[in-house]
């Protein structure tokens, strides 16, 4: 009979895809599911995450990879998406669902909450977090307290959501500095402790004690004692195998719903006008401060390509679309204005946040090829944009791109076309976020002493700058960032 496998297992929780991996000894994937859920509704009609499918789905995989006699499971951790929060009662269950942080926040509550703080600037100077509602989960807490006061007072603990899936295996409440430091409101980075106004409104006491990020809780499977991590905020995680793994600076753009842009070498102090064009600060693995840029990429993509197909009849698997660079130097030539892209989700992200959203007309086109250009040029042009607001006093030369971007060929030559001073590499590391959880559970020292085998894994890929000269001078929208 074989040996069982020694596997780390790592439930990696997007927005859109839910996923379990395994990885061996040498963290090269054994095994892997897969799943997209339907979201339900919360108390107000609003979309939001589905607890009970997806608590139902992880409790499937644990008890297959339990049965599997082929593997064996000595660590298990979990990376989630941030700016969520599960608030639970005195029983330890859910008191409300889980709030989706795009839901719309009270413009009245808002203004309360910042005039009795410091103001939108000072606030968000402090705290690294822009103005964003719902996805400053700090404010979510404030919501709760004078928007739903019966549902706060039954409130005893506030989890982060990769500490609540921990929760469910561990039976602890425990807090960690990636998800305090994602954009909540609830940190005082220039103190470098929670800020004020979270004592002042009696909500600390429903947050629990920070535990180092490698802490780790025995927990029982049957014969065996399985090491279950505390989790870790997705974006944080991302960035954790490039941290151990490169040497010299470097600026990781990871993309996916959201992209995000992290420079850890950039210590300059946010300013006011890089909070209102979405950059912030995050923490990485190490309690460090990184500068990051965001855009709702990802999202974007996916609602204007969906309409776009649908528009022009055309099938899924039938629309791929390469570069032609003579269509994009006529669109460019032209800088049509009334044909350029508008923001429909992610309208209130990136560099050029508006208050509205807006409604593109893709009838004024007269191919899917021609409009599918029009949209990656916009995108990616505000995609260089955010870059170049991560991008600080120190020289960064290596951009790596990596999650479901770095596999469009398109996106990367438009982007090599915008920056064609930097070197431009794709990493074929599309479980980034899980194998930083799988590193962290295991405190793994190793890529740090093992620069060949930590490359090895990243597996960098360095891409020819695609030479369309027009693109680099194109802007979706005029602005000081050049």
């Known amino acids: 009979m074989n040996k069982a496998l020694p596997v780390t297992a790592v439930f990696d929780i997007g927005k859109t895809n839910k996923k379990i991996y395994l990885f061996d000894k040498q963290y090269g994937v054994v095994q892997k599911n897969q799943v997209s859920l339907n979201q339900s509704a919360d108390d107000d009609g609003d979309l939001c995450e589905d607890l009970s ?35 639970l009662d005195e029983t330890g269950k859910p008191v409300t669902p889980m709030y989706n942080y795009l839901k719309p926040y009270p413009e009245e509550l808002s203004n309360q909450f910042y005039r009795s703080y410091k103001g939108r600037e000072g606030l968000s100077l402090e705290t690294a977090s822009p103005p964003m509602g719902m996805l400053n989960s700090g404010l979510q807490l404030y919501w709760l307290k004078y928007g739903k006061p019966e549902s706060f007072r039954k409130i005893r603990k506030s989890l982060h ?13 425990l807090s960690e500095l990636t998800s305090i430091g994602c954009h909540t409101a609830m940190w005082n980075f220039k103190q470098d ?40 905020h997705d974006s944080s995680a991302a960035l954790a195998p490039y941290l151990y793994a490169l040497d010299e600076p470097f600026m990781l753009v990871s993309t996916g719903t959201w992209s995000i ?92 946040p508006q208050n509205k959203p807006g409604v593109w007309d893709i009838t004024q086109f007269n191919s899917y090829h021609e409009a599918c250009h029009q949209l990656m040029l916009d995108l990616v042009a505000i995609q ?32 090599s076309c915008f920056f064609p001073e930097k070197e431009i590499y794709t990493s074929s590391l599309p479980n980034a976020s899980a194998l930083g959880a799988a590193l ?10 093992d620069k060949e ?30």
């Not at 959501?161 to 409440?173: E, H, I, R, V």
């Not at 004690?209 to 927990?219: D, E, G, Q, R, S």
């Not at 210590?267 to 190490?286: A, H, I, S």
């Not at 962290?440 to 002493?449: E, G, Q, T, V």
Request: charged share 25%; proline share 3%.
């Open 53 to 87: 499918a997806l608590e139902q789905w992880i409790s499937d995989n644990i008890r297959k990879i339990r049965e599997d006699k082929s593997v064996k499971v000595e660590a298990l951790n979990f990376s989630t998406y941030g700016a969520s929060l599960v608030h």
């Open 161 to 173: 959501f990769p500490q609540y899936l921990s929760y469910l295996m561990t039976g602890q409440y």
């Open 193 to 232: 402790d929670y800020h004020v106004w979270m004592k002042q409104e009696d909500l600390l006491e429903l947050l629990p004690a920070i535990k180092p990020l490698t802490t780790t809780i025995p927990v029982k499977w049957d014969e065996q004692t399985v090491k279950t991590g505390v989790g870790v």
């Open 261 to 352: 842009t992290f420079n850890p070498f950039n210590k300059q102090p946010l300013t006011f006008d890089e909070l209102q064009r979405d950059c912030l600060c995050y923490m990485d693995v190490n309690g460090n401060q990184v500068k990051a840029s965001r855009f709702f990429l990802g999202n974007e993509y996916r609602v204007q390509k969906e309409k776009l197909m649908q528009h022009f009849g055309v099938q899924e698997g039938a629309d791929h679309v390469e570069l032609d660079s003579d269509l994009l130097k006529e669109i460019i030539r032209k800088n049509d204005s009334v044909k350029k892209l508008k923001l429909e989700t992610a309208y209130n992200s990136g560099p050029f």
């Open 384 to 415: 260089a944009c955010s870059i170049k607001l991560a991008g600080g006093d120190v020289p960064v030369q290596k951009l790596v791109i990596t999650g479901g971007f770095s596999q469009n060929e398109f996106f990367i030559q438009l982007l």
């Open 440 to 449: 962290i559970a295991n405190n793994d020292s190793r890529l740090h002493k």
């Open 453 to 482: 085998a930590a490359n090895h894994l990243l597996s960098l890929k360095k891409h020819k700058s695609y030479d369309v000269k027009e693109v680099a001078n194109y802007r979706w929208k005029e602005t000081v960032l050049g």
